[in-house]
């Protein structure tokens, strides 16, 4: 796998979610219950492999992901019959220029004390498998797999960027 | 909590739900990994607080469930606002009378030879939380708690059904 192919994969992905502005983050508590919530991503996966998402440092979901970082992220397009899952490890992200760098005025409608308030984060997510259909009428999905060289920095065999067909 | 109130909040799931054709089941592998994948729902939710979906029984994802039968169900109608999280546990029915009951000729689609084929089961989705979200302008969530009365039998407390405040 080159890192091209890696680059071609993210522009893919990033074709693929760039109009759902809103996606479900599902965690693990402790209990082994999973729970989803919605999230406005940026509708950008950066070329790192990550999503970033806005988040308050003291919520519910920043203490499930501190003890059990795996979570999914799912993005969903009805009318297009268009969907995407996304594996990753989140990681509660506090750095004020990313912060800077990401924040938009209209997030002030969940963040109302601004980007300066410091319960303000931000949520990485840092990819390591998509897949997708894009149509829901097929049993073909199509897996990404981005670990073995964005997450563990290894290059990844070739075999592991492949469709694959899911039996439901 | 009175059995109406649970009738009232599986009604307004039902609700919720009807219209929304597709979610995203998510399930754990034993490597803490989560996958999410599109399912067709039929679009009710019983009495039991059980939702229903078709599955081959030889599918990687009943093979996770049979490990870690923690799984979510989200529901998302980005033209509505609208979002749901259902957090329960699945197990997988092989039922014939169930399939008998539940199977519609369109799903020839996804399993070509018919519901007499040996490998088309059901998993049962048993409802223990459910979260929604009616505008995703809001903060807040709100909270349906079923897993007292419907998954131990048990009577849940007043205070379990409630509606709460969620940071984001």
Chains 1, 2 share one sequence.
């Not at 082994?32 to 970033?52: A, C, K, T, V």
Request: hydrophobic share 35%; charged share 25%.
């Amino acid at each position: 796998m080159t890192p091209q192919s890696h680059e071609d994969d993210l522009q893919k992905l990033r074709g693929l979610v760039k109009d759902i502005d809103f996606c479900m983050l599902t965690t693990v508590v402790e209990n082994g219950h999973l729970h989803s919530r919605p999230m406005s991503s940026n509708g950008d996966i950066d070329s790192n492999g990550s999503l970033w998402f806005f988040t308050n440092a003291s919520s519910h979901k920043v203490n499930q992901i501190e003890k059990l970082p795996k979570v999914n992220v799912s993005f969903a397009d009805p009318d297009n019959q268009r969907y995407v899952s996304i594996s990753g490890s989140a990681q509660l992200v506090r750095d004020r220029n990313k912060i800077d760098e990401l924040w938009r005025p209209e997030f002030k409608m969940w963040f109302p004390k601004g980007k300066d308030d410091p319960d303000v984060a931000l949520l990485r997510v840092s990819l390591e498998q998509a897949e997708y259909w894009d149509s829901p009428a097929s049993t073909i999905g199509y897996v990404l797999n981005f670990v073995s060289s964005l997450v563990s920095g290894k290059e990844a065999d070739t075999g592991d960027n492949r469709k694959i067909s899911f039996s439901r």
